[in-house]
């Protein structure tokens, strides 16, 4: 089954030196019963792209964590798409998120299919919604629409051999 899950650049360095993603469970995005149900009209391809959006957004969450612990961390989103076994999978409908699961198992990096990664333009835009995420949460809607800014751009494809040289 793929899963996107949510990195940063160091989380992604520290994954590849290790050799796993993790530890288990993670939180992750795939395509779920309730993402079909509410992009009815979504064929696979778009319900994917709905899922690693929802990851990219998450992104950003653990970009705040690790900025806040060093503000050198570069501001790019990081999504890493994996191929997991469905069992290891359940849905995870406490945070309200339709395409939100958990990983029960360890993720291997050589389980990693591909990384998504915010070009280096995109820093300013994503700086900004990273430091805007507190004001969004509290419902600001001009944070909000700062936050969704990020969304504007879209992530690069990187092969596996390529995410060490991130």
């Known amino acids: 089954m793929r899963v996107y899950l949510p990195s940063t650049l160091p ?14 469970p993670l939180s992750g995005y795939a395509v779920t019963p309730e993402l079909r149900e509410w992009y009815a009209e979504g064929d696979t391809e778009e319900l994917e792209y709905a899922a690693m959006t929802a990851a990219a957004r998450a992104s950003l969450r653990l970009l705040a964590a690790d900025r806040a612990e060093d503000a050198d961390v570069p501001p790019r989103r990081v999504v890493l ?23 029960n198992a360890p993720v291997l990096v050589r389980d990693v299919a591909a990384g998504h990664v915010d070009d280096e333009k995109a820093a300013e835009d994503v700086l900004a919604a990273v430091e805007a995420l507190p004001a969004a949460d509290a419902g600001d ?17 990187y092969a596996t051999q390529e995410l060490a040289d991130l």
């Open 11 to 24: 989380r992604l360095a520290r994954a590849l030196a290790a050799g796993e993603i993790g530890p288990a």
């Open 141 to 157: 809607e001009d944070a909000r629409f700062v936050v969704d800014g990020a969304e504007g751009h879209e992530l690069l494809w």
């Open 81 to 103: 798409a994996v191929e997991v076994p469905e069992r290891a999978v359940q849905r995870d409908a406490s945070a309200g998120e339709r395409a939100l699961v958990q990983v």
